[in-house]
Structure formats: C-alpha cells, structure tokens
C-alpha cells in the first residue's frame, strides 16, 4: 500500500506564496506519476499538475508560470510551489499517486488565499 500524507496549506494573502509537501509512503514510488489536484467550494476536482519519475511535467493552463511540481524519489516526496497565488486558488490540495489501474490520495490540504 501507499500512504500520502500533504501538509504546509494554510491562509495567504493574494500575490502571496506557499509550498505543499506531499510524503509518500510505500514501495516503489518511483514507478508512480505523481501528481497535485484541487478541489474548491462547489466545483470538481481538477488537476493542477502532474509529474513522472523522469521529470517531465504538465500544469493546469490556470497554473502555468506560477505553479512548480518537484519530485525527490529518493525521499519520497512530492512538493508543489505555488507564487503569485489569486483568491481563485482556494481549494482543498491532494496530492495524487497514479500507476494503472491503481490510484493512491492523500487527505488533503486547505489552501485559502484571501486578504
């Protein structure tokens, strides 16, 4: 099994910044793309972005140019850093474990930005 445990949400001002951290637990990691998504008040979860062991990536059109996935697959872990950050970020973050046929979420995290 796959334990994703997110955390560093919190409450920032609008233009602010804030980096979740997203640690894995398990086997293998490495074999999994890993990714971030949101859920805000009312709306579906969405994707925010996503990344393969290799390092390649894919944003949200939303997020492109303020949002950064990393990935150490040596520490099990995954990090989103989100600058530049608009009320319309608000949203629930869960970071995402994905091999075929096989899904692994965290709990989320609460990130509000409002003044």
């Known amino acids: 099994q796959v334990q994703l445990v997110e955390s560093g949400g919190g409450l920032v001002q609008p233009g602010g910044s804030l980096r979740l951290s997203c640690a894995a637990s398990?086997?293998?990691?490495?074999?999994?793309?890993m990714g971030w998504y949101r859920q805000a008040p009312g709306k579906q979860r969405e994707l925010v972005a996503t990344?393969?062991?290799?390092?390649?990536?894919n944003y949200a059109d939303s997020v492109k140019g303020r949002f950064t996935i990393s990935r150490d697959n040596a520490k099990k872990t995954v990090d989103l850093q989100m600058n530049s950050l608009k009320p319309e970020d608000t949203a629930v973050y869960y970071c995402?474990?994905?091999?075929?046929?096989?899904?692994?979420w965290g709990q989320g995290t609460q990130v509000t930005v409002s003044s």
């Open positions: 995402n474990a994905h091999r075929v046929l096989v899904d692994y």
């Open positions: 398990g086997n293998m990691i490495s074999r999994y793309i």
């Open positions: 990344i393969i062991s290799g390092g390649s990536t």
